[in-house]
């Protein structure tokens, strides 16, 4: 694996590798000291033309906690508010050394041309682009849900296995969702049966083409019991955009697809709530569910660091070996 660049070209051996190297690294973040040497005198560049909290933060997390130098690149505040090309800025950058880039951008496939357009030589890795692909969230939800559903409902040690016969709901605005698109795949890759329930008018042109199923009935989804439901954000930037108009109502969206008190005692016992955050609380998820027994929203972001440092292990190590093998030849 050269880039990351999208969940779909993930094989179920990577997929399976990068969660079993990102629970090794979760075990070294249990340490007292937790910055390992792995990547020391690498350097990493964060590159984000469009605004993150989560994702951002834990990309310099991971990279700080493997020692590696980090550069963090924001739009704002650059040339690129004078007009610089991405072309322009990726020869800068690799004029710096970047060995790793990673990239988020308002453009669907900006992080594909940066990978192939040979204006860097280091590694690339999507941190979201448009409403195409968000592959380390994908990554990090599976790891999640691996861990709940897994791992610890069923006793076992989750390590080499896959989501094989989970059902998870993602639920929302799926039309302008990367996260959607990326889970679908991965899940799909990883075994799991995916529903995704929205609105009609938020249900993206093709979608019978992917490898779930798609419902327009909430109440319906959760009658079958799944072992996960995923609350995607309402992207109500992107909707202004295109003049607004796919739901009457905040109100009406919030009783078709919301998930509030009353849906959440519908769930299972062992199901897990997620959100890959940021929540618009009170539209599509309620106080009682995002703050809930079963919500795994916190979670999701605390792995987000273990999945992220195994990524970036991974790409630039070059193979899959261990975190401490290396620790322990430099110690
Ligand atoms: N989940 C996610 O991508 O969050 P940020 O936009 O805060 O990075």
Request: proline share 4%; glycine share 8%; aromatic share 4%.
């Amino acid at each position: 694996m050269r880039h990351l660049l999208s969940a779909a070209d993930l094989t179920v051996a990577q997929a399976v590798g990068i969660l079993d190297t990102a629970a090794a690294m979760a075990a070294t973040q249990e340490r007292q000291i937790k910055k390992l040497p792995t990547l020391r005198g690498r350097t990493v560049v964060n590159l984000f033309f469009e605004d993150s909290t989560r994702t951002r933060i834990s990309f310099e997390t991971a990279a700080k906690r493997l020692s590696a130098d980090v550069i963090n690149f924001s739009a704002k505040g650059s040339s690129v508010s004078k007009g610089e090309s991405l072309k322009d800025t990726a020869l800068t950058l690799q004029a710096m050394g970047a060995d790793a880039v990673v990239v988020r951008h308002p453009a669907s496939g900006a992080p594909h041309t940066l990978a192939h357009s040979g204006w860097l030589h280091g590694a690339v890795l999507n941190a979201g682009d448009g409403t195409h692909q968000h592959p380390t969230q994908a990554l990090l939800d599976a790891y999640t849900l691996r861990r709940h559903l897994v791992g610890l409902r069923g006793g076992v040690d989750p390590t080499g296995r896959t989501l094989d016969g989970l059902h998870v709901a993602i639920v929302g605005d799926v039309l302008h969702s990367r996260v959607a698109r990326s889970n679908v795949d991965l899940l799909h890759t990883l075994g799991a049966r995916v529903t995704l329930v929205a609105p009609p008018t938020l249900v993206p042109v093709g979608i019978h083409a992917w490898p779930c199923a798609v419902s327009y009935h909430l109440d319906a989804v959760l009658a079958e019991r799944p072992d996960a439901v995923m609350m995607l954000r309402v992207q109500r930037e992107r909707m202004s955009g295109a003049g607004g108009g796919f739901f009457p109502s905040a109100l009406e969206y919030s009783r078709g697809y919301g998930l509030d008190a009353r849906r959440l005692a519908l769930l299972e016992k062992h199901a897990v709530v997620m959100h890959p955050g940021p929540m618009n609380r009170g539209l599509e998820i309620s106080a009682d569910a995002a703050d809930g027994a079963s919500s795994v929203i916190v979670e999701q972001v605390a792995n987000g660091v273990a999945v992220r440092m195994a990524v970036l292990y991974l790409l630039l190590s070059g193979e899959e070996r261990r975190p401490d093998d290396e620790a322990r030849v430099d110690a």
